[in-house]
């Protein structure tokens, strides 16, 4: 099989790409994000030995399927999960400069910004802050990233 939108996205578009073994045993991760620290907390994250900030991160990647992170038995079964899953998005937003990627962009920043800070010198000095699980759809997506840039504009 050739994932040809895996490489379209990042010998094209410019995006990273990473895969690793999970750590609890759901197999191997397939993940793509816009930037190289994109995926890095996904993969930090999902390699947390505590579970209070393990689970919820994890549920809160895989709330979406338009979010290019999946898992599988292999690392062929990973990238063939991240490919299909790239096939139902829209073909038009696997750019640069779409919508889909400023979803991709918010989605993993929150993901940090709720987990950064967490540690300090080996030690906990404070709990992630919660997060919402993300719209399911990309359709659904685009509707609340419009609703959040307009919540943004508003508190100009």
């Known amino acids: ?8 996205l990042v010998t094209e578009e410019g995006y990273a790409f990473q895969s690793w073994q999970d750590h609890y045993g759901k197999g191997v991760w397939a993940a793509l994000g816009f930037w190289q620290d994109h995926v890095d907390i996904v993969r930090d994250l999902s390699w947390n030995s505590e579970d209070q900030i393990v689970f919820p991160a994890m549920d809160y990647v ?31 937003q696997l750019t640069r400069y779409s919508e889909w990627t400023k979803l991709v962009c918010k989605a993993l920043l929150d993901l940090r910004e709720a987990h950064s800070g967490l540690y300090r010198n080996g030690e906990r000095i404070k ?3 919660p997060l919402d699980d993300l719209p399911e759809t990309f359709e659904a997506a685009v509707e609340w990233l419009a609703a959040s840039e307009r919540a943004w504009v508003g508190e100009l």
């Open 62 to 92: 895989f709330s979406a399927n338009w979010l290019p992170v999946v898992t599988g038995r292999t690392f062929t079964e990973a990238a063939q999960n991240l490919e299909e899953r790239l096939r139902l998005l829209p073909q038009g």
């Open 1 to 8: 099989m050739t994932f040809e939108l895996i490489d379209k």
């Open 127 to 129: 709990w992630p802050e």
